[in-house]
């Protein structure tokens, strides 16, 4: 589902966010990404997102070459990722029925169908009655499911989620891991990119270790 | 495109003037002074083009008399003169009224006049020639015919004047152009940037939208149609500044000085139709060049 090949990726004239990193994440998996601060989580989530270009080396998403790629078919591409950040990134002037509407209205869903889906999947995330309040009403956790909302109602193939639970406390972090493990049992390649080592603990996943750019 | 889907940009572009009513409110303002400052060129152009056509159809000609002609001369005269088009007779000046003329412009001075035995101004007849009926060539035909006639002296016109005035009107066009073409430029650089204003204070949504899977064409349309409609009110609110500037100013400048000869004249529904329609293309083409550097994402 997601390949790499020999990635690296620089911003200027720093040190590289990423060096030779080469990576395969397989339909249906669920991996960790893991490592400090800085050391490129969150540039590999935005390279699979194409957020960002790789600086050399390719990247394979669903089959498609993300260096070879027009901004139709990109937009295309795009609405079979779902992508959760840590800050949530939802539109603050639209209540939490728009926000999840806004991934189907985007796909030229109709109406009638955005509607039901998004009344759905609201429910599903125990958000039913939220559905007409704007997000800085919200807490940490109903913002994330919110986002998490958005993510999952085209039904992606794969979800990013870059430190979804980085704002959240003990038991909110469960429930959103629990809901990340739901989607994944419904068949979404899941890739998770975090500096939590509670998260890690007793995990059966794939762990791919981050450090300094470079995969260990 | 659908038109469920244009329903859809227009609303979202309503919406967002409506989430983001103070930057609006900034960019119309910004917008309806720029559109105030070239309407009231084009407003001044106008008149100043008006007022000197006006001024340059009409033209004044003396027929001034060996003698002082008799009622059959001049009745033939006139009768002759009303064959023509656009030929207004004025008054006829005899060579008393002449004398007295001319005395009461002498004021303490008349006296000068005193001196002079037979009173050697001429008996005329004051005609206005309009050129816009008669057309540019009658006024010198008018001329060598009156010359013809044996009672006739001599015809004067102002053919400098008119000229004088084909000359202001074609300086008016030119620097009409440059100008207007100028502010236009000026018009359209503060609305690119206050434009860029309003995209860079949504550049996150531009971020999520894209992310989410949005084409440009996506994210692009509802900015275009808030400019278009940013443009419409601000060149809506420049047209009524400019109205009530107008009127007040006229109902001044009529009980100041009593200027109404000069006619001044508003803009005429038809401009102002293609003000507003340039306004709102102005906000549309503000806001394509604005948000090229934003949507690479």
């Known amino acids: 589902m997601i390949q790499l090949f020999h990635v690296y990726k620089a911003f200027g004239s720093r040190n590289p966010a990423l060096i030779d990193v080469s990576l395969t994440v397989r339909k249906g998996e669920f991996a960790f990404i893991t490592g400090p601060s800085g050391a490129g989580k969150t540039t590999l989530l935005k390279i699979i997102s194409r957020a960002e270009k790789t600086s050399s080396g390719q990247a394979l998403v669903n089959g498609r070459n993300l260096n070879r790629i027009n901004e139709r078919e990109l937009a295309f591409l795009r609405r079979r990722i779902g992508v959760v950040f840590q800050d949530f990134k939802l539109l603050p002037r639209r209540n939490v029925f728009e926000n999840v509407a806004l991934a189907l209205e985007i796909a030229g869903f109709p109406l009638s169908v955005v509607r039901k889906k998004v009344h759905q999947t609201l429910r599903y995330l125990g958000l039913a009655n939220k559905e007409d309040c704007y997000p800085p009403q919200l807490s940490g956790g109903e913002q994330q499911r919110v986002a998490v909302a958005r993510a999952i109602i085209n039904n992606p193939l794969i979800l990013l989620a870059d430190e979804p639970t980085g704002n959240l406390d003990p038991d909110l972090t469960m429930e959103i891991m629990a809901l990340l493990r739901e989607i994944h049992i419904r068949g979404t390649t899941v890739v998770v990119a975090t500096h939590s080592q509670e998260l890690l603990r007793d995990t059966r996943r794939r762990i791919v270790t981050l450090n300094k750019g470079r995969i260990i | 495109m659908k038109i469920a889907f244009f329903g859809y940009f227009v609303g979202q572009a309503v919406a967002n003037i409506s989430n983001n009513r103070l930057v609006h409110l900034i960019g119309v303002g910004t917008m309806a002074i720029a559109f105030l400052i070239f309407d009231a060129f084009i407003l001044i152009f106008l008149n100043l083009s008006h007022w000197t056509e006006e001024r340059g159809k009409l033209l004044t000609m003396s027929i001034y008399f060996k003698e002082e002609p008799g009622g059959v001369v001049l009745q033939n005269i006139k009768t002759e003169l009303l064959h023509f088009p656009g030929v207004t007779i004025k008054r006829f000046i005899s060579k008393d009224d002449a004398m007295k003329s001319l005395r009461r412009q002498l004021g303490d001075k008349a006296g000068l006049l005193d001196g002079l035995g037979e009173n050697p101004l001429p008996a005329s007849l004051e005609i206005m020639v309009s050129s816009d009926k008669c057309g540019d060539s009658i006024p010198y035909q008018l001329k060598t015919r009156l010359e013809t006639n044996p009672a006739v002296d001599e015809v004067q016109y102002s053919q400098e004047w008119i000229r004088r005035f084909q000359g202001i009107m074609d300086l008016i066009k030119i620097v009409g152009v440059v100008l207007g073409g100028l502010l236009f430029l000026a018009a359209l650089f503060i609305i690119t940037n206050t434009i860029k204003l309003t995209i860079y204070s949504r550049k996150d949504e531009i971020e999520i939208l894209k992310l989410v899977g949005a084409t440009n064409r996506f994210v692009k349309i509802p900015f275009l149609i808030e400019g ?70």
């Open chain 2, 228 to 297: 278009a409609i940013q443009g419409f009110l601000g060149g809506s609110v420049a047209l009524i500044i400019l109205f009530l500037v107008y009127t007040i100013a006229i109902a001044r400048v009529d009980l100041r000085i009593g200027f109404a000869s000069l006619d001044i004249i508003f803009l005429p529904t038809q401009l102002m139709l293609f003000l507003l329609l340039m306004s709102i293309i102005i906000g549309f083409v503000g806001s394509t060049i604005s948000l090229g550097r934003f949507i690479r994402i």
